[in-house]
């Protein structure tokens, strides 16, 4: 059998991730979403940003302040100054340290284990950001509300034809950024509908995007921040990012 090496030489061999984890009322999702990142990703990490909210819990809070006993070295904990998820994330988009910063959540929503494989594409191929599908037959939902099914599954492709785009998933906050790139964008949802923007601002502005599959489970503790109706919210900035020119994207 012939080896070929090229394949198995690093592209970025000294990566340092940084991991955003947003807290609002996870405690033992949260341990366990920190456990498996640290377990599994060794040299690659940089650092865990965790972001809480004024009304993050007393219980999420104990449970930052175990991990940050535990790990000194990897989490830093910070309270946002901008409000709601696309606040939290980008106030850690400014903080990140990494050399790649990636995004997800601490309900096990966003399967720890594939953190591995977001860092291990980023690190072997050539790519800005490697993003999660739950739409390909690895892929796959458990647990997801079936009006919310279809919905989604009729936005993704009314924007991948608007973005003439591969990607199937849109919408899932589940990716890892070149850090060099995050900084350089102008952000402006503060709300979940930020998850679709960290999409298509780079999507507009011919980034090389790479697409890897996982499962979505739906969370067993606390219950999420978004309502069934902000979910039509995405429309907003999915058209307003298609109509707005390249330099207009840009800090
Ligand atoms: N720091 C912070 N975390 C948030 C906020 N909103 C949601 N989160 C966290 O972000 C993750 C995803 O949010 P979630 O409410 O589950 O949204 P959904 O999965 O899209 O329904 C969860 O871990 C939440 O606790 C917020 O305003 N601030
Ligand atoms: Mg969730």
């Known amino acids: 059998m012939i080896i070929n090496t090229a394949t198995i030489i690093e592209k970025h061999p000294t990566m340092k991730a940084s991991i955003i984890l947003p807290v609002i009322n996870e405690t033992s999702s949260l ?3 920190a456990k498996i990142i640290t377990d599994e990703n060794h ?9 809480t909210a004024v009304k993050t819990t007393p219980e999420s809070i104990a449970v930052i302040n175990k991990l940050k006993n535990e790990y000194p070295n990897l989490i830093k904990a910070y309270r946002q100054e ?13 903080r990140s340290q990494g050399d790649w910063t990636l995004m997800m959540a601490s309900d096990l929503e966003t399967d720890p284990h594939a953190v591995k494989d977001l860092i291990r594409e980023a690190k072997t191929g050539n790519w800005d ?6 739409w390909t037959q690895k892929g796959g939902f458990k647990g997801y509300n079936p009006v919310k099914f279809v919905l989604n599954f009729a936005f993704q492709n009314l924007f991948r034809l608007l973005y003439w785009t591969n990607l199937s998933d849109l919408t899932y906050g589940f990716r890892i950024f070149r850090t060099d790139l995050i900084k350089k964008i102008k952000w402006e949802e503060v709300r979940h509908p930020f998850l679709l923007e960290t999409i298509l601002k780079p999507l507009k502005l011919k980034q090389r995007v790479k697409e890897i599959p996982a499962k979505w489970e739906a969370r067993k503790e606390g219950e999420s921040q978004n309502t069934f109706f902000r979910n039509f919210e995405y429309i907003k900035i999915g058209i307003k990012v298609l109509r707005s020119k390249k330099e207009d994207l840009l800090v």
């Open 31 to 33: 341990e366990k979403t």
């Open 43 to 51: 040299d690659d990490l940089g650092e865990i940003i965790i972001m």
């Open 82 to 94: 901008l409000p709601f998820l696309g606040g939290a994330m980008r106030d850690a988009f400014t």
């Open 129 to 134: 950001i490697v993003t999660v599908t739950r």
